[in-house]
Structures are given as C-alpha cells and as structure tokens.
C-alpha cells in the first residue's frame, strides 16, 4: 500500500471555513477530502500564513492554494491574487482549475502568458480580474509596459519554483517579487528546496510554515521498466513493437530535443499511429489542440518535451516511455509522475541503448 493511501486526512472539504458557495463547488467536483498537501496547507492559508509546500505535481497542490485564495478574495474583493508558473500549460490548466472551484462566485482570472495575443491579454487585464496567472517572462513584460501594476497585488503564489529556476528565471522572479506590497500573503510550491530556492525564501517570505509531501507519493503506483534497444535494430522500430500491444491505451512519450520531438510524432503518424507533439517551438493555440486531443482520448500518444510537459495533469496515462533519457534524476521522476496518478497504475519504461 502506498503511502498516499495510508495517509489519513485530518480534515474533511466540510470542515474548513470556508463559504458555502466554494463548498458547492468543491462537492460537484467530488471531492470530500482533501489530499495530504491540502490537508495540511489549507488551515494555515486560511489564516493568512505564508507557506512553503513541498511537494511534486500530482499531489493536488493547486487545489491546496487555489481553494484558501478563492475563499479569501470572494470574503474582500479588494484583494487580488498573482500565479507565476515555469510554462503555459502549468498556468492554463491552473486557470481552469480556478474556474471550476469559482464558478458562480463571481470572481475573474487573466492568463498572461509568451505566445499568445499580447493585445487581448492587455485588455482583460483593464478589467481588473481578481486572479492573474502567467509566466516571468510576459508578466514583466507586462509590467515593463505600465500594464501590470503589482502594488495592488496582496497574494503571490510562486508555483513548480524549482523548475522555473532551473530554465533560467530567478532574475524574473526576483523582479517580481520586488514589485509586490510589504504586506502580502506569499506562498511557494516546489519539489525540491535548492539553496538558491532557500535564499528566495530567506528574502521573499515572512515566518512562513513548511509543509512536506514525499515525492515516492506519486511513483508508488508506477511500475519502472527498461527497454533494451539491440545493436542492430533502429530504435522507432522497438517502440513501433511496444506501441502496437494492446495495453498500450494511452502513452506519453518524451524526447530530448524540440525538433526530435516533432520528428518522432511525424514518423508515427506516418506509421498509422494516432500521435500528436508537444514542445516550445509549437504556437500556443496548437499546443493546446494537441493537448486537448490527448486528453478527450482522440488520439492516444502524445510526444513531449520535458519543459512543455512540465506539471500536465492528464487522466489515464498507462505508460510514460523515456525515448531519450532525461537529462537529470529530477527530470526523470517528473516524467514518470505522469502516470499511475490517483492511485491508477501505470508503467514508466526507458530506452536504453
């Protein structure tokens, strides 16, 4: 039995205070308890703490600060909330998490987001949504051009810090953060705690609680696998042998590089196989084509980059297969987190040479 499954939750959705409205809600999504990093964040968000939560994707650390912020800003509408994630999918898919949790409530987000029409997004923001979720690079951009004010911000919610630290943007983040309220509730989520993470902290966050959820919560379910590639076979050809198993339902594939990428899914396509790609250098409004096909089941591969895939939540993924190897131990367990998720299980197999 996994960890997650033994781990028994202090708190119910029913016992937190918060309004009935956010409550419906959360019942229409079916949930009645809360997972091991909302059971534990929730109660000191609610009291307006700062917090540090430890914990990988896949543990439902978005419903644990998306549900206190909601609370707070529909109790005083002067509030407003920023979310900076590592990609544009991180902050779509928290932007629809936002939506459901908030239906009815009357409460407004803004994506703002590099790739998407700079134009539109600057209009929404003259609405003066409540929640702005986006990326460091287009947020400072943003504010660079006098749209994007951050004193009125009274919440900051750093999300995957550890990722975005590690593709280069603590110089964005540190910009930031300088431009936010003294006052300000501050939260951050990240899988591993670095010392460069810790002198953010150490800067950006005042007596903050940490809350700790293991990694292992989201690989327990995960059955770890290599493949050997023999010398004298091409490796698309064993990956063609696995692909047409009939377990084989719903695959996601990681590759090195952007362009590999985009040439794997083409040879599969080719090859009769309902595959689609992911990776930065695909527009915006493909990517989440593509993504939204994988997920409504229209085709059933989908072939990523480690950065585009960063923190996807998608439901029913049987096998995670690392085509390329990932470039470091971090990147590995992320990539395998992508399945056996909600205690379903799943197979992570690696290609080796």
């Known amino acids: 039995m996994s960890e997650s499954e033994e781990y028994v939750s202090e708190h119910r959705f029913a016992d937190f205070d918060i309004s009935a409205e956010l ?19 929730i109660p000191h968000l609610l009291e307006g703490r700062d917090v540090i939560g430890i914990a990988s994707t896949g ?41 459901e949790f908030s239906r009815g409530m009357r409460l407004f987000s803004v994506q703002v987001i590099g790739g998407a029409n700079i ?13 702005v979720i986006g990326t460091p690079g287009r947020i400072n951009d943003l504010i660079k051009r006098g749209k994007l004010r951050l004193p ?11 990722r975005m630290v590690d593709m280069g ?27 460069r993470i810790n002198s953010l902290i150490q800067t950006f966050l005042t007596n903050p609680i940490t ?19 023999p ?24 590759g090195k590089t952007k362009r590999g990428v985009e040439e794997l899914s083409r040879e599969l396509a080719v090859r009769g196989f309902k595959s689609t790609s992911i990776h930065g250098d695909k527009p915006q409004n493909k990517r989440e084509r593509a993504l939204r096909s994988f997920k409504q089941d229209e085709l059933n591969i989908l072939v990523a980059t480690d950065v585009a895939a960063r923190g996807l939540d998608i439901d029913g993924v049987t096998h995670v297969i690392n085509y390329d190897l990932p470039e470091s131990f971090d990147d590995y367990i992320h990539r395998i987190g992508r399945t056996g998720r909600a205690n379903n299980r799943g197979v992570a197999l690696t290609f080796v040479k």
């Open 59 to 99: 543990t439902g650390k978005t419903g644990a600060f998306i549900v206190p912020l909601i609370d707070k800003i529909f109790k005083d509408k002067s509030q407003r909330v920023l979310i900076v994630t590592p990609t544009r999918e991180l902050a779509s898919q928290i932007d629809a998490e936002f939506r």
């Open 152 to 162: 009125g911000f009274q919440n900051i919610v750093l999300d995957e810090v550890d």
């Open 169 to 195: 943007f603590i110089e964005d983040i540190q910009k930031i953060m300088s431009y936010l309220p003294q006052k300000r509730q501050s939260l951050f989520f990240s899988a591993t705690i670095s010392p």
């Open 231 to 254: 010398r004298d076979q091409q490796k698309i050809e064993v990956l063609h042998e696995l692909l047409i198993q009939e377990e084989f339902e719903k695959v996601l594939i990681f």
């Open 211 to 229: 809350v700790s959820v293991k990694a292992s919560q989201t690989s327990d379910n995960v059955e770890q696998d290599i493949v050997k590639v």
């Open 23 to 41: 409550k419906k809600n959360i019942e229409q999504k079916n949930y009645t308890t809360p997972t091991p990093i909302q059971d534990q964040s």
């Open 119 to 131: 134009g539109r997004q600057i209009s929404n923001l003259q609405r003066q949504p409540q929640f």
